[in-house]
């Protein structure tokens, strides 16, 4: 998978509270996981899609051209369409009539699927979703002047025209750290995977705990194995040492690693990040009984969910959502982008954000998409809100 903002008081923009209405409105109107690795395929020539048909669309040099690079083929084509039906789901319900929205195939080829999507004189990319395909497409667009807005995390491809829009362990480690300390918890610990996420998930820890005025005693890598996970948790140190403990890591390891942190004797609240997120079965573990993580809202997420199950047939990867978002910032701004002329790319550091699928969100100096985040608490019941994202920024 390619990888919030700590949760400020309601006083957001008003322009970004009438976006987010109009949002709202337009999904209730008619009404997974990892993305695994993707092996090197090697350049190929993409096919890229048919525009969108749109009801009352303007001729076609009167609409700002935007394309959509989502893998079509290969092992990441299911989460590729997903992104791509709600792309096309938000043009539809957005009734942006002024823009042209094109899909073009990463999974031959990132790098000629953007010339091609340059030939065919698109000004704004959407995508690609994994960081090795950002790095392609990056100089491509860059040699062009035309912003990338990623589904990416991957914080080390942001910048010189790349925007990421995908969800970062470091924000929500922010989020659940913050929480936590205003709970009373002041000694951390943490499980980290080794590879990238874990060492972005520790620096992570460390600024966090810091930045609450808290102390983490202890932190420990392991390798994604039951063996290398117990090893870990011994090597902690005594369970009674610290009082909360992040496991950094998906819902999946969560699971694994909960009940041997029980059986360790240690008591501490478990926390987690926005990986946590895609993973139903939590709530019926006992061992993560009272755990916190911090995520995006779901709320207009479960109604988006619900519509894209009506018109296609089937769930939506979770990711789908920055397919859906990046589509409705680009219909509000082509209110005031002439067709043919340069995507205005200043409009993206506005301060008072965006809004959309999933809450309010706006880039950072980095390009790095900077969100309002909740807390949730998983409990026998399911999980619940103990802590509401804000509704957007106050700065």
Not at 24 to 32: E, I, T, Y
Not at 288 to 299: E, K, T
């Amino acid at each position: 998978m390619a990888e919030g903002l700590r949760a400020s008081q309601p006083g957001i923009a008003s322009k970004t509270v009438r976006f987010g209405g109009l949002m709202a409105a337009m999904l209730l109107a008619g009404c997974a996981g990892v993305v695994p690795h993707k092996p090197n395929t090697g350049a190929g020539k993409p096919v890229p899609q048919k525009p969108v048909p749109q009801q009352g669309r303007l001729p076609e040099e009167a609409r700002d051209r935007v394309a959509v690079l989502v893998p079509l083929s290969g092992p990441n084509a299911a989460v590729g369409q997903s992104i791509a039906n709600a792309a096309n789901m938000a043009l539809i319900d957005s009734g942006g009539a002024g823009v042209r929205l094109t899909m073009y195939d990463t999974g031959t080829g990132a790098a000629q699927a953007a010339r091609t999507a340059l030939a065919e004189g698109n000004k704004l990319i959407l995508g690609p979703l994994l960081s090795e395909d950002v790095r392609q497409v990056a100089p491509v667009a860059e040699a062009a002047h035309v912003p990338v807005l990623s589904f990416s995390n991957d914080v080390d491809v942001a910048g010189h025209g790349v925007y990421l829009l995908g969800f970062t362990p470091t924000q929500s480690i922010e989020r659940v750290v913050e929480y936590a300390k205003s709970r009373g918890l002041s000694r951390f610990a943490a499980l980290v995977p080794n590879g990238l996420y874990g060492r972005r998930a520790s620096t992570a820890m460390l600024k966090a705990a810091q930045e609450a005025h808290g102390t983490v005693v202890s932190m420990q890598g392991y390798d994604r194995s039951a063996a290398s996970l117990g090893a870990a948790i011994r090597k902690l140190g005594d369970p009674k040492g610290y009082d909360a403990l992040l496991i950094a890591d998906s819902g999946r390891i969560a699971l694994v690693a909960a009940p041997l942190v029980r059986k360790s004797g240690s008591g501490a609240r478990l926390l987690g990040t926005e990986l946590w997120n895609t993973e139903p079965q939590l709530a019926a573990a006992k061992a993560l009984g009272g755990s916190w993580f911090a995520s995006v809202s779901d709320g207009l997420y479960t109604q988006f969910a619900a519509k894209y199950r009506a018109r296609f047939g089937k769930s939506p990867f979770r990711l789908s959502s920055l397919g859906y978002d990046s589509v409705l910032l680009a219909v509000r701004i082509s209110a005031d982008w002439k067709p043919g002329t340069p995507f205005p790319e200043g409009r993206l550091v506005d301060k008072g954000g965006f809004s959309g699928v999933d809450g309010a969100f706006r880039f950072d100096r980095d390009g790095i998409a900077d969100r309002v985040l909740e807390v949730k608490q998983i409990g026998t019941g399911g999980v619940t809100v103990v802590s509401p994202a804000a509704r957007g920024f106050d700065d």
